[in-house]
């Protein structure tokens, strides 16, 4: 048991990866010598060599297309995306390509490339660099979407994600990066594709994953102080979704609030509200409630702290929810 960041974590989880196998290459920008715009591959080149730690143009189609060229050639591409807002350029390669090989190709072609991208607000950055495009590649059948919460998922999970067969976007949330908690190099991980609870509750279900865990878990200890009792999910799969988990919680506390910071228009809450609502009506004592970022462009880094749904807004959705 060791005491990490999440940066940490994700920097021996790729560690660990290329010692493992010799066909895992690592492919972005700047991730070489310099180690990552957030350090997540420090050190890497310099152990493992050039040729399977690769810093690459500022080309995102470029370094997708690439990818999914190995990965035919029976490697396992692990490719970062400096920034959430840069992904649209390779926007075309993963959907059209990426995501739909394997169909097309009835099966006898398998394409093991992960995405690495560090996503969400919270650190003060210019435009292009605070995008939730979760939904995005979530709505796009083919590809996994993943995203941790703490060192431990995150050592794990990018692990368990690289070794998948199947195209599997890696969604880092920036702003928890330095975030520390234990991780057991040794455990036996949970399946990638299964939510946690991360605290139990009986009046009303938090259903977040990413960097808005931290953000549900102070909101439940803030109800805590008046009484209030709240159940804290970790979806930690977008895609698949593990909706047993979130309808088995629901039928306990008969309330529920989803939490993300993507804007609430069409985003994972929305299907999530829709799927419970079918699988629970008769349980339900109160609608589904979203909460999430505005239908605008990312504003600017002074006024994100507005932007970003926070304890008070998550605290206002439990009085609403509540108040049924």
């Not at 399946?191 to 605290?199: D, E, G, I, Q, S």
């Not at 228009?265 to 339900?284: D, V």
Request: overall charge negative; aromatic content about 8%; charged content about 25%.
């Amino acid at each position: 048991m060791a005491t990490m960041t999440i940066a940490k974590a994700l920097n021996e989880a790729l560690r660990k990866a290329l010692d493992t196998d010799p066909k895992v290459v690592l492919m972005g920008e700047d991730i070489g010598k310099l180690g990552g715009v957030f350090r997540i591959t420090d050190g890497l080149q310099k152990d493992f060599g050039e040729e399977r730690v690769i810093d690459t143009p500022l080309a995102e189609s470029g370094i997708v297309g690439t990818a999914i060229g190995l990965a035919l050639r029976g490697y396992r591409p692990v490719v970062e995306i400096q920034f959430d807002g840069f992904v649209y350029p390779a926007y075309d390669q993963i959907v059209t390509q990426l995501a739909k090989m394997h169909a097309r190709a009835l099966g006898k072609i398998k394409l093991p490339v992960v995405i690495r991208i560090p996503f969400g607000g919270g650190i003060g950055a210019v435009e292009h660099h605070s995008e939730s495009p979760e939904a995005y590649f979530a709505h796009t059948a083919g590809l996994k979407v993943v995203t941790p919460s703490t060192p431990q998922d995150a050592y794990w999970m990018l692990q368990q994600a690289i070794e998948s067969d199947d195209p599997v976007i890696f969604q880092e949330p920036k702003r928890r990066y330095w975030d520390k908690g234990e991780v057991d190099t040794e455990a036996i991980p949970a399946p990638l594709h299964k939510a946690r609870t991360v605290l139990e509750g009986t009046d009303l279900t938090l259903v977040a994953y990413g960097p808005m865990v931290k953000v549900c878990l102070e909101a439940a200890a803030a109800a805590a102080e008046e009484g209030r009792s709240l159940e804290v999910v970790d979806l930690r799969s977008l895609s698949p979704m593990d909706f047993d988990a979130i309808q088995a919680s629901v039928v306990k506390t008969r309330r529920l609030v989803v939490v993300h910071e993507a804007p609430v228009q069409l985003g994972t809450g929305a299907e999530i509200a829709a799927r419970i609502t079918e699988r629970c009506f008769y349980h339900l004592e109160a609608p589904v409630l979203r909460v999430g970022g505005f239908h605008t462009p990312y504003p600017p880094a002074r006024v994100e702290e507005e932007y970003l749904p926070g304890l008070d807004r998550v605290l206002d959705a439990v009085d609403r929810a509540l108040a049924f």
